[in-house]
């Protein structure tokens, strides 16, 4: 009898101290950040996106090109019939 109470008596020691410093070190962990603060990291700045632009050639692919390389003045739409017409056949 008096082992068994022995036993139970060391374990129930062992949970309370191990609880008892599991929750000194997570406190401890916390206070050491309110502490010292966490260090600013430099951010680095990303490229800024490119707005790209859908285009058909004449061979019949489609394309993305980078729409500051086009100008844009005097653009206009073509209709269905110019298209086909502009647009070669591939050989095979």
């Known amino acids: ?3 068994d109470n022995d036993q139970q008596a060391i ?3 062992f949970l309370r101290w191990s609880s008892i410093g ?4 997570l406190a401890g962990v916390n206070f050491r ?9 430099d951010v680095i ?8 632009i859908r285009m058909l050639t004449q061979d019949g692919r ?13 653009r206009k739409k073509i209709s269905d019939d110019q298209l086909k017409k502009w ?3 591939k050989e095979s």
Do not use: H, Q, W, Y
Not at 22 to 25: C, E, K, R
Not at 33 to 41: D, E, N, P, Q, Y
Not at 45 to 52: D, G, L, N
């Open 45 to 52: 700045a990303c490229a800024p996106e490119r707005k790209t």
């Open 11 to 13: 374990r129930r020691k």
């Open 62 to 74: 489609l394309v993305e090109i980078d729409a500051s390389k086009i100008n844009m003045e005097g």
């Open 22 to 25: 599991s929750l000194m070190l």
């Open 87 to 89: 647009v070669s056949k």
């Open 33 to 41: 950040s309110l502490l010292f603060g966490r260090k600013k990291t």
């Open 1 to 3: 009898m008096t082992n």
